[in-house]
């Protein structure tokens, strides 16, 4: 239960973050990338974390997107740190990498729809799908599956479906 209270309490940040920050922090996001000079190093960084990914070196991945992250915000390397995370079932860290690479870039639609599934393996591994108290945790992962969709994602129309 524990781990329950522990999600609301991160969807209740991104939440109030998101809504904070809306089409703002995605310019500031932009014009950092214009005036990098650090762009063609982060993004070879984030391939080679991709490549690791592919090949199953989970870990490796993880600390190439850190690296990534640390040199410059990024929201790919959030969001690949993110399905990392995710495939390893760290779905905590998934859906606050997810959440950083939304925050930065509201437009990448996966990365609502990775962070919904994250939200929607929790609830199901807690059994928590029927309780009252978890409508909130499920509504918002409905929130992300709906934009995910409008952002070009079709596959989350058959997720948002089954949870309808």
């Known amino acids: 239960m524990d781990e329950l209270v522990a999600l ?15 089409d703002v922090m995605y310019s500031t996001y932009l014009d950092i990338k214009r005036r990098s000079t650090k762009e063609a190093e982060v993004l070879q960084i984030v391939l080679n974390g991709i490549s690791d990914y592919k090949q199953g070196r989970f870990k490796e991945a993880i600390k190439l997107f850190d690296s990534a992250i640390s040199l410059e915000v990024d929201a790919d390397a959030y969001y690949n740190r993110g399905v990392t995370y995710m495939e390893l079932g760290d779905l905590k860290n998934a859906i606050g990498d997810f959440s950083g690479a939304i925050w930065f870039c509201p437009q ?51 997720f948002l479906e089954m949870v309808s």
Do not use: P
Not at 122 to 132: E, M, P, T, V
């Open 8 to 22: 609301r309490e991160l969807l209740e940040r991104v939440g109030t973050q998101q809504r904070d920050s809306g």
């Open 108 to 158: 990448l639609g996966n990365a609502y729809h990775n962070r919904a599934l994250c939200i929607l393996q929790i609830l199901q591994d807690n059994k928590a799908l029927g309780s009252y108290m978890m409508q909130y945790d499920l509504e918002f992962a409905k929130s992300d599956l709906r934009k995910s969709i409008e952002l070009g994602n079709e596959e989350s129309r058959s």
